[in-house]
C-alpha cells in the first residue's frame, strides 16, 4: 500500500514597514513543518496581497540592502505608471515590483524540516508605500 498523502494549511502574518521592507520568516515556515508532522513533501508558500513577494536570500545586512536596492531599480517609484494615472495612490511601482518577485515559493521538505541551503533564508517582502501586516499562506502536502 502506498503511504498515505497528508495536507495540513495553517497561516501566519508579520507586520512590515513602507517597502521595499524584509523580513525573515525561516523560523514561521519552520515551525508549522514541524507541527504538521509530514517528514516529506512541500510547503507551498503564498504571500497574501498585490503588493507583497517571498523569495529567498541570505539574510544578512549587506545582501537585505542589495537587494532592497535592485528592487528600487528594477521597478524605480520615481517612474510614471499608468495604475498611478488611474488611481492616484502613488504606488504602481510597488505592484510591478511583486509581480516581478513574485507571491509564492516551494521549499522542499526532507526528514521533517524544510530543505534549504546554509546561508538560504525564506523572506517575506513588502513592496507597498506604506506600512502593512502582511499574510502568508502554508500549504503543507507529503507524507507523515
Known amino acids: ?15 512590515l514597514r513602507a517597502g521595499p521592507d524584509l523580513a525573515d520568516v525561516t523560523p514561521q515556515i519552520a515551525r508549522i513543518i514541524t507541527a504538521s508532522g509530514v517528514r516529506l513533501g512541500s510547503a507551498q508558500l503564498t504571500a497574501v496581497g498585490s503588493t507583497a513577494s517571498l ?3 541570505e539574510y544578512e545586512p549587506g545582501a537585505v540592502e542589495d537587494l532592497k536596492q535592485a528592487i528600487q531599480r528594477l521597478a524605480p517609484p520615481d517612474q ?11 504606488n504602481g511601482h510597488s505592484h510591478v515590483q511583486a509581480a516581478l ?3 509564492s515559493l516551494v521549499v522542499p521538505i526532507r526528514e521533517g524540516r524544510p530543505k534549504l541551503g546554509t546561508w538560504q533564508q525564506v523572506v517575506l517582502i513588502n513592496h507597498d508605500i506604506h506600512a502593512r501586516r502582511r499574510g502568508v499562506e502554508v500549504t503543507i502536502i507529503g507524507e507523515v
Open 101 to 103: 518577485l513574485g507571491p
Open 80 to 90: 510614471p505608471y499608468h495604475h498611478e494615472m488611474t488611481w492616484h495612490d502613488g
Open 1 to 15: 500500500m502506498p503511504p498515505a498523502m497528508f495536507v495540513h494549511c495553517e497561516e501566519f502574518d508579520v507586520p
Open 55 to 57: 523569495t529567498t536570500i
